[in-house]
């Protein structure tokens, strides 16, 4: 496109970007995370292996299964948000298919691994049912735009959980951090840790496609995209963490095992979250925030760039 850049041509383009953002994310998903909790986890490996997994890291694990399994909440409320749009529409579909064996996967993890018996699972998503996920609860997230922010943090402060969980499988598991040289050249993890292996993947896949939406929200929609980061990251908390059952016994497996608090939140998503928008440090998003609402109302998308100091960079000839 090449303008006239009235609000209406810049959603255009902004939908034509969503749009291809969609097309790549989709297909690397049929063709490349294409897996089934049922059919490719090592459950015999997980069995084996079970005893060695300490209370903590299943106290995680069962915290995890209950955020995921509010999935159906996501869903249906992401649907209401993006129903006029067919490209966020069947994004957020694919998505939400996604996600949903997410929770089957913890499921099985915990079950053949012998830290959970059928009838404490069952009992344990019976009780999810008994509540409801609802976007108001997190400030900031009032508009299709915000929730694609949240959900770009959100994915990667869950990637962040699940590669520390991995972690810690392995660790526990008596294996090195990396995967050695027999699951290369068998194409994947042993037991559980292939479990947390083939959801993190997801969740790094998840965060990437948000992320790529609010770049280009960025770029078309500056100030109107600096003010929503600025609302979101202000009222940002994990989705139903505290809906989930046996809540207590999971947070204090968090603070034992260190995995989550306000510093590694600033270090591991919230700081990578903004070096990947292009910027240095919060310093800087907040000198973006400011000068956005200056730039010239009519300006060309593709003649502006945002350094990563904050400033934006108006081409010469259009400045």
């Known amino acids: 496109m090449t303008g006239p850049w009235t609000s209406e041509a810049r959603q255009l383009a902004f939908d034509q970007a969503v749009h291809e953002h969609y097309l790549a994310y989709f297909t690397r998903a049929v063709k490349q995370r294409n897996w089934s909790p049922w059919h490719d986890l090592p459950v015999e490996e997980m069995r084996a292996r079970g005893h060695l997994l300490s209370e903590d890291t299943a106290n995680l694990i069962e915290g995890f299964m209950g955020v995921e399994e509010f999935v159906s909440d996501y869903v249906q409320e992401g649907l209401v948000a993006f129903r006029e749009s067919r490209t966020r529409r069947n994004l957020h579909l694919q998505w939400g298919a996604e996600e949903a064996r997410h929770g089957v996967a913890w499921e099985l993890l915990l079950k053949h691994s012998n830290a959970r018996t059928e009838t404490q699972l ?3 998503l019976d009780k999810i049912r008994d509540s409801r996920w609802q976007p108001q609860q997190h400030a900031g997230v009032e508009s299709p735009l915000a929730t694609t922010i949240y959900a770009m943090i959100q994915e990667r402060a869950t990637f962040y959980h699940y590669q520390e969980v991995r972690a810690r499988v392995r660790a526990e598991y008596g294996l090195p951090p990396a995967p050695t040289p027999e699951e290369r050249q068998r194409g994947y993890e042993i037991g559980a840790s292939e479990a947390c292996r083939l959801v993190t993947q997801d969740e790094l896949a998840h965060h990437s496609l948000f992320l790529h939406i609010v ?5 078309y929609f500056p100030s109107l995209t600096c003010d929503t980061l600025t609302q979101v990251f202000a009222g940002f908390s994990m ?10 016994t999971y947070l204090r497996s968090v603070k034992r095992t260190n995995l989550y608090s306000e510093k590694i939140h600033e270090e591991k998503v919230h700081k990578p979250v903004l070096n990947s928008l292009g910027l240095e440090d919060q310093q800087a998003f907040e000198h973006a925030a400011r000068c956005a609402h200056a730039l010239p109302e009519h300006f060309d998308p593709e003649e502006v760039r945002l350094r990563r100091s904050g400033e934006w960079q108006i081409a010469a000839a259009h400045a």
């Not at 770049?215 to 770029?219: D, E, G, N």
């Not at 989705?239 to 207590?248: D, G, M, Q």
């Open 239 to 248: 989705p139903a963490l505290r809906f989930i059952p046996k809540v207590r």
């Open 215 to 219: 770049r280009s929200a960025l770029k």
């Open 122 to 124: 069952t009992e344990y």
